[in-house]
């Protein structure tokens, strides 16, 4: 990456504060990413969620293998509708294993039931949690064909979240809506990234009377209230497209509604970034305008544009939440948490299925781990300015 | 003369992340009445820091060691400015013995209240004068520091005002209340040249006239040997090298003053080359041991520069400086 | 005094401008859906037993004026926006105004007191906050502003309701009692709707507070660490004088700043919740508009009162700033 001053003065300083002459050394040749990552690691919290993050990007990437079941109705057990989870336990009245075990669930019928189905736990019979079992068959990212699950059971099913209306398996799907919450929040920021990046470039580069037009129209576009506006978008998409339609169409809209933000914040940068001292000095040794664009400009903020892009990530996946919660986003086969809370507002759930909201708290969790990471990221790339907003 | 403020054994350090950082260790000195002292030093060499323990202004991770004292002589007696624990009893010494302006005129003014609001709020604290008869002694006093429509400047912003324009404004602030003792913190950096002169001129006036004591922060020798009538040198938080004005800047004895001289560009022979202090001043968590100059002394003596702290030596009544090569010459 | 109202005409027109803009946007928007207001409508006839042929969708056009150019019939539309009139909706065949009516102003007023409980909160604790090193204090006000903008608030909704529902048996839903519904205006009426109305106000103001409290936060700190604060401290300005009228006065501008945003942030979580808890007014409208009938007249109307409510609200705050910063009003007169 360029040496800039910026990066330069800012490396002074932080030498300075250190002092010792190597770790000086390295801070004057050491990039602006290494810098952040430097002041990022300090921050016990934001690496705490990092890790977090991490790994629900992990289990995002693998929900096939980490999941017992196929989230769609193709996994579903049609035995064990609404049914509550199912704990592995290691001990019960016969004695102690150490394989974990469930009990058989029956479904029995009879006169004292008054003819309704009925679940009862047979205590006697034990079935065991296996591992490494040969499942459905799969495709991990979509393209790598793969058969091993994580756990499976010997014999029938096994539910650690429960299961929802159609039998499907929660925790399943609650592994899959994670992946499909990055994937949405990954296309919505790409894209709304790609119109900032056109529209915010155009603008902070010229400057002038463009930027005063186009800063007007991104301002008005801002004060539309997005969701209602989103809402309004996606309730006239035509119903006969496919649930993999539905997606995409989804993840670009969320895109088109989200770059006004990021077009203000690259215009932002690129003003200041555009009159400062080495520009000028770039320019005034001969560089070509696309030399001191693609060799000064862009790197000098390209790491502060990373952190703006993972400050809205999850402002994308609440936003797709929330539209398949109304029913205007994602559909069912896709699981995503607004797909799964659905039908949670009727009482109907919230009295008797209360497993339903065991993705929620993946999903918060989720979300928080974001925004620790873009904060720690945001005051390590930045810190002069401990604003929080 | 009577002393006027006795600062003894002033050990500060900072509450930080990086754990406790020392940021003055064991200085002593004293001012007495109408006495003009110059606090030089780099910037981080604790000038600054020093200044503000004499009101007790350090920020909230300010750690004063055990041993430090600070004894200011108002006309009710000694009071230990230290062990006043509320701000409400520390009023008698912010604002009222001591006032203190700093570098940037335009930042210490609160940017949405008028200047003559500051300023009588400053009276009011400080006496019991009605809002009236306060805004008649500011006007004077914008008047006297050489602001003109002194009437009209009173209602205005910091923002309205020239930079020289805001520092005599602060000025005026400063000496409102009649202070025995006012802390400069490089007043005329922040300002062009030809201001500077101007405000180092009126500072000059206004001492003869008010009789006060003066600490002048500055990193800028000329500056204090056109108004000092003592200097003290410090280096990296503590003391090294005190005297009067003419003595130390003819006569260096610190290694460190002596660089700091030699680095001035001499106008009578424009053609010598500079020479900086070598090397950089060391990071206040990592603190040299034995004297804190020696990782960029050109002139060590001996281990003991790098294992043991110098001790104050005389050499004469007024000239001391703490280096080891003149203990040896002393014994 | 002439100068300000100059300034304050210049800040009308330009939200007027933004209005317009943001009309043509929504118009425009209404424009690309597929299908237009007479095949919406005749294909709801449709359903309910009429046959219609394409001379009668012609026809229909030609009477609704969508035979039009597009440039004149965004002209009226917005002609008629500034006055309040918004058409028929397209399949209701109702006066848009007449049917948005008392609901409009009712989530208005929702919306705007939840951003006052924000800041009626946020301003205190967040200045107490900002000035405090109490760690406990401030670990615990950050956490709990992550929980504010980590839970959005429909899943705070749904989760009052589930615990209501749990362990009350009731669900706190809709904004009046039956009885009330479709009374008119009385006294009751309103204890009615008071004793109703707290659970969304605390919902929508639940994150609001959340985001509001990090921005007073912030702004305080940065005023905090201003070099006029210690020039007051080494003035003898102290305690409360010394908190409230120098860092915290001169954080008030931004923060008055801010409002527009917030406002703009509880319009988007309105509907959902709306939904949510089934209330009556324009949040859960707009979602009937949308997701029923696809309404587009409808939709329309609702987001550009939406937005005009946020332009309307950040004009107030940039003459009040103007009055409360002496830094713009010098600009101003100058």
């Keep these: 990456m360029t040496e800039t001053p910026e990066t330069f003065a800012e490396a002074a300083r932080a030498a300075n504060e250190r002092g010792d002459q190597s770790a000086k050394e390295a801070y004057f040749t050491a990039s602006q990413r290494q810098l952040i990552w430097a002041r990022f690691k300090k921050q016990r919290s934001a690496m705490i969620a990092g890790i977090i993050l991490l790994l629900m990007i992990l289990s995002g990437i693998f929900a096939p293998f980490l999941s017992p079941y196929d989230p769609t109705v193709a996994g579903r057990n049609k035995d064990y509708l609404n049914g509550a989870p199912t704990i592995p336990q290691f001990c019960d009245k016969n004695g102690c294993s150490l394989r974990p075990f469930l009990h058989t669930i029956e479904r029995v019928r009879s006169i004292e039931t008054n003819f309704r189905w009925v679940e009862q736990v047979n205590e006697d019979e034990r079935r065991y949690v296996q591992f490494f079992v040969e499942g459905a068959p799969y495709k991990i990212l979509g393209f790598i064909p793969a058969q091993t699950r994580l756990f499976g059971m010997d014999k029938g099913f096994i539910h650690l979240f429960g299961t929802d209306a159609a039998g499907k398996d929660i925790f399943s799907r609650t592994l899959h809506a994670i992946w499909t919450s990055l994937q949405v929040g990954s296309i919505g920021v790409f894209i709304a990234f790609f119109l900032a990046l056109i529209i915010g470039g155009v603008s902070g580069y010229y400057g002038g009377w463009i930027d005063g037009v186009i800063q007007m129209i991104t301002d008005a576009v801002r004060t539309v209230p997005a969701i209602p506006l989103f809402m309004a978008v996606a309730a006239f998409m035509p119903p006969e497209l496919s649930a993999e339609e ?68 999850p402002y994308m996946v609440l936003s797709e939440t929330a539209l398949s919660f109304i029913g205007l986003g994602l559909k069912d086969p896709v699981s995503s948490l607004g797909v799964m809370l659905q039908n949670a507002t009727s009482a109907d759930v919230m009295l008797n299925y209360q497993w339903y909201f065991i993705p929620v708290i993946f999903f918060i969790v989720l979300v928080m781990a974001f925004v620790f990471v873009g904060d720690g990221l945001r005051d390590a790339a930045d810190p002069y300015s401990d604003t929080h907003k | ?165 805001r520092q005599r404004a602060m000025i005026a602030m400063a000496l409102s209340t009649k202070p025995a003792l006012l802390i400069a913190d490089e007043p005329t950096t922040a300002l062009d040249v030809t201001i500077q002169a101007q405000v180092i001129d009126l500072m000059k006036d206004l001492v003869d006239e008010f009789r006060m004591g003066i600490i002048f922060i500055t990193h800028d020798l000329g500056v204090v040997a056109q108004t000092c009538d003592r200097v003290n040198v410090m280096y990296l938080g503590r003391l090294i090298e005190e005297g009067p004005v003419r003595e130390v800047i003819a006569n260096p004895k610190h290694p460190y003053t002596q660089g700091l001289i030699a680095a001035l560009p001499k106008l009578d022979d424009l053609d010598a080359p500079l020479t900086p202090v070598p090397g950089d001043i060391p990071s206040p968590l990592e603190r040299p041991s034995g004297c804190v100059f020696h990782t960029r002394c050109s002139q060590i003596v001996g281990p003991e520069c790098r294992a043991d702290l110098p001790r104050d030596t005389r050499i004469d009544a007024t000239h001391q400086v703490a280096c080891h090569i003149y203990r040896e010459v002393a014994e | 005094m002439l100068n300000f109202a100059r300034f304050v005409v210049t800040r009308a027109i330009m939200a007027m401008v933004t209005l317009i803009i943001v009309s043509l946007v929504v118009f425009t928007l209404m424009e690309l859906v597929p299908g237009d207001c007479a095949e919406r409508y005749l294909a709801f006839k449709n359903t309910q037993g009429s046959t219609i042929s394409l001379a009668d969708i012609e026809n229909e056009r030609a009477r609704l004026g969508l035979d039009r150019p597009f440039l004149e019939r965004w002209g009226k539309w917005i002609v008629g926006a500034f006055q309040g009139e918004f058409g028929d909706s397209c399949i209701l065949r109702v006066n848009i105004a007449r049917l948005l009516g008392d609901k409009f102003w009712l989530s208005l007023s929702i919306c705007l007191a939840s951003l006052a409980l924000a800041y009626t909160i946020a301003i205190p604790v967040g200045i107490i906050a900002a000035s405090s090193n109490n760690a406990l204090l401030n670990n615990t006000l950050r956490i709990l502003s992550y929980l504010g903008l980590a839970m959005p608030n429909f899943l705070l909704a749904l989760m009052i309701m589930l615990f209501s529902t749990v362990y009350f048996n009731e669900t706190l839903t809709g904004l009046f009692s039956p ?52 020039a007051a401290a080494a003035r003898g300005v102290h305690g409360r004088k010394l908190l409230w009228n120098y860092p915290a ?86």
Aim: hydrophobic letters at 50%; aromatic letters at 8%; charged letters at 20%.
């Design chain 1, 246 to 313: 539905r997606f995409f169409y989804i993840s670009l809209i969320l895109g088109f509604i989200g770059w006004p933000t990021l077009a203000r914040r690259v215009r932002t940068h690129l003003l200041t970034e555009r009159n400062q001292e080495y520009v000028l000095a770039a320019q005034l040794s001969g560089a070509s305008s696309g030399h001191v664009i693609r060799r000064h400009l862009l790197p000098s903020f390209t790491s502060y544009i990373i952190v703006d892009l993972v400050i809205s990530f």
């Design chain 3, 249 to 334: 006065r001169h954080a008030l501008g931004p923060i008055v700043n801010s409002l527009g945003f917030d406002l703009n942030r509880i319009f988007n979580e309105l509907p959902i919740v709306a939904l949510i808890l089934t209330l009556t007014d324009a949040g859960s409208l707009l979602i009937e508009a949308l997701a029923r009938s696809n309404d587009q007249q409808l939709a329309g109307a609702i987001i550009f009162l939406l937005t005009a409510s946020i332009v309307a609200l950040n004009f107030f705050t940039d003459v009040l700033l103007a009055v409360l910063d002496p830094r713009v009003r010098k600009s101003i007169v100058r």
């Design chain 2, 1 to 165: 003369m009577s002393a006027l403020i006795e600062v003894e054994n002033l050990t500060l350090s900072f509450r930080t992340d990086e754990g406790l950082v020392t940021a003055v260790e064991d200085v002593s000195f004293r001012l007495d009445r109408g006495e003009v002292m110059g606090l030089v030093g780099e910037s981080g060499s604790g000038k600054s820091v020093t200044a503000k323990s004499l009101m007790h202004l350090n920020a909230r991770n300010a750690v004063y060691a055990p041993g430090s004292r600070i004894t200011l002589h108002t006309e009710t007696g000694p009071l230990d400015v230290l062990s006043l624990r509320r701000t409400a009893d520390l009023k008698v010494v912010r604002g009222g013995a001591i006032s203190m302006i700093f570098q940037e005129p335009m930042a210490s003014f609160a940017p949405a209240i008028t200047i003559g609001k500051q300023m009588v709020e400053q009276l009011q604290l400080h006496s019991d004068m009605s809002k009236r008869e306060a805004r008649a002694i500011s006007v004077e006093m914008l008047d006297r520091v050489g602001i003109s429509d002194a009437s009209r400047r009173f209602d205005q912003y910091a923002f309205e005002l020239s930079g020289g324009m």
């Design chain 3, 179 to 230: 009885e009330f519904r479709d009374a008119p205006w009385t006294w009751e009426k309103i204890v009615d709707l008071l004793k109703h109305a707290w659970l969304p106000i605390f919902i929508l103001g639940w994150s609001a507070t959340a985001f509001a409290l990090q921005t007073v936060r912030a702004l305080m700190s940065d005023e905090i660490g201003k070099l006029y604060v210690t």
